[in-house]
């Protein structure tokens, strides 16, 4: 039976998003709460720190359901490394930076740790970086090669992994096939 599209993406933000952003976070803060330093309620640094926060969950929230509508649309795929896009998403954000979707989980938890003052969820976030960063180069771009061959390397040549380019990268019109990009 053929899982629908909608359910399997749901299925994946559930199981991967979420739980990074909001049970990671929750859990930690309730382990951690005694010793985790906060924001003093009713001062202005504190409704600046909420207000911000919340700016810049909500930034990282729209950038991350952007890059799910574009896995859907143009890769045919989903998050979920079990259920993979079919073709190369190279449209976007994806043309600044190649993983502008874990940018925007990232932002989303730096979000949650400046509107709370949360040094733990700080740890997190530089914790998610890292596990990220050696997730990508050992196991994801190889896989990514191994699925799109030359056209992934030209593109992860041409874009960098984490800090956006200052102009949107372009396939070379000459070696640009309808099964590489959209």
Known sequence: MKIPMTLRHLLAIMLLPFV???????WLLRAWSVSDERWVDGTL??????????VVFICGFALFAWCVSLFASVGQGTLAPW????RLVAVGPYRYMRNPMISGVVAMLAGEGISLGSRVIAIWVATFIAINQV???????PG???????????????VPRWVPRETP??????????????
């Open 144 to 158: 990514l090669e191994r699925r799109f061959g030359a056209a992934y390397r030209e593109y992860k040549s041409a």
């Open 83 to 86: 259920d993979p896009t079919r």
């Open 45 to 54: 640094a504190a409704a600046f720190a909420h207000i911000a926060g919340i």
């Open 169 to 182: 990268w372009k396939l070379a019109r000459k070696r640009r096939s309808r099964t590489d990009f959209d």
């Open 20 to 26: 990074v952003v909001v049970m990671i976070p929750r």
């Open 135 to 141: 997730y990508f180069m050992f196991f994801e771009e």
